[in-house]
């Protein structure tokens, strides 16, 4: 079996079952995991770099419409394109749901050294967090 490329925490914080640490996780759900993540951030997530963050807080009082959805979408593939450089051939598509008040994202994308298509499906809730 080969060596993972790509090794991740897993923010579950759960245990390895043999050695009591963090457990981790490898490629596709490391990937995964850290777009997921990314997408999610909002500003100051990220501590003293506010530029890393998502759009969803920029649209938290836009109507849901096919404009915002297509701000979203530009903006999620811009973002993943700056700050996530083990991805390439990223496409991003929205869908606008207001009657569920929120986006449906999906990310298509091919981790680097690896030859298989990946994607990603998300549901962006518009409402506040916190």
Do not use: C
């Amino acid at each position: 079996m080969a060596e993972p490329t790509y090794r991740d925490l897993d923010f579950s914080f759960r245990k390895h079952p043999l050695t009591g640490d963090i457990s981790t996780l490898t490629d596709e759900a490391a990937v995964k995991m850290a777009l997921r993540n990314l997408v999610r951030l909002a500003p100051y997530d990220k501590p003293f770099n506010k530029e890393i963050s998502s759009p969803l807080q920029g649209v938290l009082f836009e109507p849901i419409d096919r404009v915002s959805a297509a701000s979203i979408r530009i903006d999620i593939q811009q973002l993943i394109q700056a700050y996530e450089t083990r991805v390439e051939n990223v496409v991003v598509t929205t869908v606008a749901s207001p009657d569920e008040n929120r986006y449906e994202v999906s990310i298509s994308f091919r981790i680097k050294k690896m030859p298989n298509l990946q994607t990603l499906e998300l549901f962006l809730p518009v409402e506040r967090l916190r």
